[in-house]
């Protein structure tokens, strides 16, 4: 098989139920020629099996990357999942959001040099995500306005139901995308050499919520990078959990970046190799 051009690389921990579902998703893209890296931050079997049953059942191509539980290394396994990786382009999400089936065409669309690009996500609320269902999903009804999406909506259970609307016109879609956007985590692509120049996530940030994707993006910038916003394309679907704490040791690693404006962290792809 040839090398793929592209790669997804996905996170997750522990939750097979919803990465099941955020599989089905990738497995309904319009655009089959990429290559998926599941960047697992120490699941136990029951992901491991899963992964393992689509790898052999679909044709999605999947790479596993697996490292073990010792808290929570989102950056470090995101770094390991840039190293298995084969693309020369790089599509970055959640285990936790199933994308829409032009998720990829669209971030492959919007590809230019010396540019990222990402887009936000319809957040279902806890109710809608309880009554999931494999066939649900795999049917793809998640994608128009049904009438237990709306209802969800109503009864203030789904969140930002518009980043739902998929807009494509010509010349409507590029005034919406035409102010600056924060890079986010969930949903971002640019080229493997933009990820390489800053030599990738900062291993510094130890826990979840702010830092990492701010991170990313003021480095990408410093290194000569503009971030630019896909709304309304490139649509994601999250699943609802409860979140978790936020470290205060990660607002002062951003706020140390502010003032310094490295561009390269210390703790990246390049140290990989080191044990810790």
Not at 100 to 112: K, N, P, Q, T
Not at 135 to 156: K, M, N, P, Q
Not at 179 to 189: E, M, P, V, Y
């Amino acid at each position: 098989m040839a090398t793929p051009d592209v790669s997804v690389i996905i996170t997750t921990y522990n939750t097979p139920r919803f990465l099941e579902y955020c599989l089905l998703g990738y497995g309904r893209q319009t655009v089959p020629d990429f290559e998926l890296v599941i960047a697992d931050d120490g699941s136990t079997d029951d992901t491991r099996e899963l992964i393992e049953k689509f790898d052999r059942e679909t044709p999605l191509s999947i790479k596993h990357v697996w490292q073990e539980d010792r808290g929570y290394r989102k950056c470090h396994i995101l770094n390991k999942g840039i190293r298995a990786s084969e693309g020369e382009y790089l599509i970055f999400a959640d285990g936790d959001c199933i994308p829409h089936s032009m998720f990829v065409e669209d971030h492959l669309e919007a590809r230019r040099p010396k540019t990222g690009f990402t887009s936000r996500r319809v957040k279902w609320g806890k109710q809608f995500t309880a009554g999931l269902t494999r066939e649900y999903i795999a049917s793809g009804a998640y994608e128009s306005f049904d009438l237990r999406l709306i209802a969800s909506f109503l009864r203030f259970d789904t969140k930002r139901l518009t980043r739902g609307v998929r807009i494509t016109n010509g010349l409507v879609s590029p005034l919406i995308n035409s102010h600056r956007k924060l890079l986010s985590g969930c949903s971002f692509s640019l080229e493997r050499a933009a990820m390489e120049a800053i030599n990738g996530f900062d291993e510094e940030y130890e826990g979840p919520g702010f830092g990492p994707d701010r991170d990313v993006h003021l480095r990408l910038e410093s290194a000569g990078y503009t971030i630019r916003s896909l709304m309304y394309k490139a649509l994601q679907y999250h699943m609802y959990h409860p979140e978790v704490r936020r470290p205060p040791k990660n607002r002062e690693r951003y706020d140390r970046l502010l003032k310094e404006r490295w561009i390269q962290c210390e703790k990246g792809l390049r140290t990989l190799s080191q044990v810790r």
